[in-house]
């Protein structure tokens, strides 16, 4: 009988009405704990048990999404990190795609307050500029990560209802989308909360739609203004120290700017050329013989709310500016 209600399920789902499912049961569905998941979601959101039940019916565990989750990128250190965006083809990318929607990113700029080279940036580090957005089907992604990575299992389980509401919500289909193998989605790769929360239609065709320039533009502004970007404010600079009165200060973790400029100098702490804020943080990135010291704002810290990770909001920073330079100086 339940093989019967998933067939006629999932041919329900938008889009899948000429598509055969996979009608063998998967890794998930006769797990007590993704039963009472199920419950819950009945229970609390609404949902129906049955269309629930069909559609993670066929989920599999991908042991390839638990390896590469184990693995992150922002683990090794900052100079491989800082190879791998910061490069004269993503460069020269970035001022194609700035060139080829220049009316759009200049108008979204002004809206929201935010640096255009900092939304071409984003779109650059997270998915080469639209090129590459991820092949993993979410629905597998979040229900691996949900149940089969303890480390972080209740953050995807979170994420887990907030795709599936997404997608109640946007009338998407669940067995249709695909992102990273953490479930982020579309250019901008938003997680599921991040894109039921502060994905817009700029394009005002009604649809929230991530995988589309307009939308994906300006749900990153959306994003970095609804955490606080300061229009017009520098993200940081690289410091010279001197003596160790800084080293208490500096951290390698993204933290607010508790600091202010006449404070680190006092510690040792120069900034390497004009640089203007009211609290600032010291950010150390291990060098290959000494640490590389660098100063950020309120508007670094804002890039570390998108990826938590110093590292990430510093190769987002590099290859802004070198985006800029290399519009402005062919």
């Known amino acids: ?8 399920l999932l041919f329900a789902l938008p889009g899948y009405a000429h598509q055969l499912p996979d009608t063998i049961p998967g890794d998930y569905i006769n797990r007590p704990e993704v039963k009472a998941f199920i419950k819950k979601l009945v229970a609390e959101q609404g949902f129906e048990r049955d269309f629930l039940e069909a559609l993670f019916y ?35 990318a970035g001022v194609a795609f700035w060139q080829q929607h220049d ?57 887990l209802v907030e795709f599936l509401l997404l997608c109640r919500e946007e009338r998407l289909s669940p067995l249709k989308l695909h992102g990273s193998y953490a479930g982020a989605m579309g250019i901008p790769q938003f997680i599921a909360s991040s894109y039921r929360f502060y994905a817009v ?63 680190l100098q006092a510690a040792g702490v120069r900034p390497q050329g004009e640089f203007k804020a009211d609290k600032v943080v010291l950010v150390q990135m291990n060098g290959k013989t000494t640490p590389e010291y660098w100063i950020g704002s309120r508007n670094f810290y804002v890039i570390t709310r998108y990826n938590h990770s110093p590292k990430y909001a510093l190769a987002v920073h590099q290859l802004a500016q070198a985006i800029r330079a290399k519009r402005t100086t062919p």
Do not use: C
């Open 1 to 8: 009988m339940l093989r019967i209600s998933v067939i006629l």
């Open 103 to 159: 009316s759009l990113i200049n108008s979204i700029s002004r809206q929201y307050g935010i640096a255009p080279e900092y939304l071409v940036a984003i779109a650059g580090v997270e998915t080469y500029y639209g090129r590459h957005t991820g092949s993993y089907p979410v629905l597998q992604s979040l229900t691996t990560l949900a149940f089969d990575f303890p480390k972080r299992g209740r953050f995807y389980k979170k994420e």
């Open 201 to 263: 239609d700029q394009d005002g065709d009604k649809v929230r739609n991530l995988w589309q320039v307009a939308d994906a533009l300006g749900s990153i502004a959306n994003y970095f203004k609804q955490h606080g970007w300061q229009s017009g404010m520098p993200v940081a600079i690289k410091a010279q120290t001197t003596g160790g009165g800084h080293l208490s200060m500096a951290d390698t973790v993204a933290r607010k700017p508790r600091y202010t400029l006449a404070q």
């Open 58 to 92: 066929p989920v599999r565990q991908n042991e390839k999404i638990l390896a590469k989750v184990n693995a992150p990128a922002e683990g090794i250190s900052w100079q491989r990190y800082r190879k791998i965006f910061i490069t004269p083809e993503r460069i020269r």
